[in-house]
């Protein structure tokens, strides 16, 4: 691209950028050698004070929005700003591609790297390398992340977080009523679903509350992770290809669910929570086990925001298997028209935000840390005394924090359904026929059948 009125040197337009294809994302898992891999850190290298006065549209999910709004604020009175946020609910990964098709009101929003790969090969998203300080902030992050967030080498966005969704959390206190408490802890999800049915029989109304609700993070994803938590895949890596059999982890999990159902012991109303609904209903005390996101531990410890329950939540280790998944997310760039002043602003605002402030500072990362336990991409960040602080003060136990690092450590990504353009569309898919199979009382045979010909039709269909 050109030099801009704002000064910006980018060194190749974006359709250079997008002849290199939808290629998929690298990396299997976001962790390395320790908690990550690689990396330097360097210091705010250009002006980011807003001159354009023209608004910078910026869409976010339903997650901590008033800290969102007072980050917003933050820049807006500080550095000049006139960037404009609201909040989207519902599909939030549908609805920003309606409104990057429509090239309407969009300049930032997140993404998760399944969502990512679809909007870069629809042309939509303007890649991180494009910033001035983009090489800086690609070497300030770990290896294995930045590449994971990568398409030929090249980032495609700031980081917003690094999680592990499907921790198995364990309320420690209804365990001990129910005679348990010095029972060990599960380690594989056989041992787990053993324990569940052993608790009702010692008269547990709800032993466990199961990754099903209706978000589209929800039951898919729970799926997903279960599978690959068994040591299976849904597809194959590198070439996409469907992985499941009904003598193998998929049918294993199905199964599974299919007793778990049918016993009776989930409240069918859990199919229809959202994601505040099923916080919700974990922290009531209700339920003794729940995969939940790594960074929740926080909130359900905090006598503040989950009183029936602070104090009490622990982790399952990673000593047999992994748990949950990786889930992360960035902050991207759209590339719609726009005048070259307003695309300055778009990039300093999210730099600043998804990166240092004009002090030097990881100022919104290092919050998101201390307040919500959400982990960066940065290694200054993650490698903090604060860091540190902020997990040890997060946690039930002293040795739960040697425990986040093995379950982290351990947790896979799935690079087959989530690393493709089609990533969206079969998420959508699995979603619907998962809810199916538990209400319908669907074969599991045919379920894995239909699950790898959808996967084999979308590859068609892409070409891959």
Known sequence: MTKTRGGFSRGFTRRSF?????????????????????????????????????????????????VVQSNVDAYNERMNGNVDYATVTGDYPS????????????????????????????GWVMPAAELPNGQEIADSMYDNIREAWSVNGQ???????????????????????????????????????????????????????????????????GFLFEVMNRGGQVADAETHQPMMTVDGPAGATLEAWKRLWN???????????????????????????????????????????????????????????SWGLIDSAMYLMTSRDRPDALTDDVMRFTSWYGYKDENGDFAVANRWLEENMLFSAYRPVMESDAAREAIQSSVARPEDYD?????YARTPYPKGVW???????????????????????????????????EITRLNERYGI
């Open 155 to 221: 980032l495609l966005g700031l980081s917003y977080f690094v999680s592990v969704r499907g921790t198995l959390l364990a309320n420690l206190q209804r365990l001990d009523e129910a005679g348990f408490g010095d029972n060990p802890l599960p380690t594989t999800w056989d041992q787990l679903y053993e324990t569940i049915y052993a608790l009702h029989e010692a008269g547990v109304e709800t032993p466990f509350l199961p990754h099903w609700f209706a978000e589209w993070f929800g039951i898919s994803w």
């Open 18 to 66: 997008m002849a290199t294809g939808s290629a998929a994302l690298l990396g299997s898992t976001a962790l390395g050698s320790g908690l990550f891999s690689g990396g330097l850190a360097y210091a705010q290298d250009f002006d980011l004070m807003a001159t354009s006065g023209e608004p910078v549209y910026f869409r976010g999910w339903q997650f901590r929005t008033d």
């Open 419 to 453: 690393n493709v353009v089609w990533s969206e569309e079969f998420n959508v898919w699995l979603r619907e026929k998962l809810f199916s199979f538990l209400q319908d009382d669907l074969p599991v045979a045919e379920v894995i059948e239909e699950a790898n010909a």
């Open 263 to 321: 016993s009776g012991l989930v409240p069918e109303e859990v199919l229809s929570y959202n994601e505040a609904a099923y916080i919700d209903a974990f922290r009531s005390g209700r339920y003794v086990f729940s995969p939940q996101q790594i960074y929740d531990i926080k909130t359900f410890n905090d006598p503040a925001q989950s009183a029936d329950v602070a104090g009490h939540i622990s982790l399952l280790p990673g000593t047999e298997q």
């Open 95 to 122: 609805l920003m591609e309606t409104t990057l098709i429509a090239n309407g009101d969009l300049d930032v929003l997140y993404a998760n790297p399944s969502s990512a790969v679809r909007y870069m090969g629809g």
């Open 403 to 407: 425990t986040v690092l093995e379950v």
